[in-house]
């Protein structure tokens, strides 16, 4: 089994900055795409950004130039480091990870984080 786990999640000014973290633990052979999404209560959830193996990174338009995200494959961890926030950032934020793991045969498996609560005040 895999497990994800976020943290750095807390409350914020608008104008700050913030940095969440996620690490993957278990039965991993490797991690392909990583990914934060967040939901603001009554919305869906939402991509904010993407990272492959290789390090290509993909934002939302909502976030791009303020936001980065990175990864370490050898500790399978995944941070996004968040600045001028805004109140409109206000979110529980879900780390996600697609896992290539080996279990009598070989699966990739979607996991998501627990969720960490970002709250931004103006």
């Known amino acids: 089994q895999v497990r994800l786990v976020e943290s750095g999640g807390g409350l914020v000014q608008a104008g700050g900055s913030l940095r969440l973290s996620c690490a993957a633990s278990g039965s991993i052979f490797s991690i392909n795409d990583m990914a934060w999404y967040r939901q603001a209560p009554g919305k869906q959830r939402e991509l904010v950004a993407s990272?492959?193996?290789?390090?290509?990174?993909h934002y939302a338009d909502s976030v791009e130039g303020r936001f980065t995200i990175l990864r370490d494959n050898a500790k399978n961890t995944v941070d996004l480091h968040m600045s001028s926030l805004k109140s409109e950032d206000t979110a529980a934020y879900y780390c996600n990870a697609g896992v290539v793991e080996y279990r009598s045969r070989w699966y990739t498996s979607d996991y998501w984080g627990q969720g960490t609560q970002v709250t931004v005040s103006s």
């Open positions: 990272i492959t193996r290789g390090g290509s990174a």
